[in-house]
T-cell receptor
Framework: AQSVTQLGSHVSVSEGALVLLRCNYSSSVPPYLFWYVQYPNQGLQLLLK??????LVKGINGFEAEFKKSETSFHLTKPSAHMSDAAEYFCAVSDRAHETGGYNKLIFGAGTRLAVHP | GAGVSQSPRYKVAKRGQDVALRCDPISGHVSLFWYQQALGQGPEFLTYFQNEAQLDKSGLPSDRFFAERPEGSVSTLKIQRTQQEDSAVYLCASSLQGPDTQYFGPGTRLTVL
């Protein structure tokens, strides 16, 4: 069965500092991997996704993530945090096998709440 | 253009009541998903529609949960005889086709007293 583990339910950084949010996955087949961001009272917004092309994936708002098969990781980074980055971030995995059925059944981690302080 | 909308945004129900939650997907999106997000947790998959066909309902927690999408557009998630453990945010997402990016609505927060 697929699963996602996000290390650290809360991460706090200073404005301008590096953001690193950790995600490890478990999957019996090559996965698709996703990072979503959730702002208060809003729906989840896709930041970036890995679908077996380049292992370094660039997303919106300056975020990027690197797929490391040997470490079963897909950590999210941003070189310089901004106050507007404060939100909850979710890593998700999808079993590619479902592609044959035509849809991505997303399995989410528990989330990491990012706080950015001045 | 308009995103995914959900109504009501907040719903308070007494234990044992039936509730109906509505999702309006992005126009033209074939695929529609429902997820349940308990407090402090990530969303969990409930069910998937391709047009009006419910192709996957493996995540529905009990037979009290029922979803439909009769005309392949608007979807309704119905919960019968609500229990306190049903309290959660119910998220709807749609995608142009199944493998495409899922766009999420703001969710309906259900509180069962």
């Amino acid at each position: 069965a697929q699963s996602v583990t996000q290390l650290g339910s809360h991460v706090s950084v200073s404005e301008g500092a590096l953001v690193l949010l950790r995600c490890n996955y478990s999957s019996s087949v090559p996965p698709y991997l996703f990072w979503y961001v959730q702002y208060p009272n809003q729906g989840l917004q896709l930041l970036l996704k890995y679908t077996s092309a380049a292992t370094l994936v660039k997303g919106i708002n300056g975020f990027e993530a690197e797929f490391k098969k040997s470490e079963t990781s897909f950590h999210l980074t941003k070189p310089s945090a901004h106050m507007s980055d404060a939100a909850e971030y979710f890593c998700a995995v999808s079993d590619r096998a479902h592609e044959t059925g035509g849809y991505n059944k997303l399995i989410f981690g528990a989330g990491t709440r990012l706080a950015v302080h001045p | 253009g308009a995103g995914v909308s959900q109504s009501p945004r907040y719903k308070v129900a007494k234990r044992g009541q039936d509730v109906a939650l509505r999702c309006d997907p992005i126009s033209g999106h074939v695929s529609l998903f429902w997820y349940q997000q308990a407090l402090g947790q990530g969303p969990e998959f409930l069910t998937y529609f391709q047009n009006e066909a419910q192709l996957d309902k493996s995540g529905l927690p009990s037979d009290r949960f029922f979803a439909e999408r009769p005309e392949g557009s608007v979807s309704t998630l119905k919960i019968q005889r609500t229990q306190q453990e049903d309290s959660a945010v119910y998220l709807c997402a749609s995608s142009l086709q199944g493998p495409d990016t899922q766009y999420f609505g703001p969710g309906t927060r259900l509180t069962v007293l």
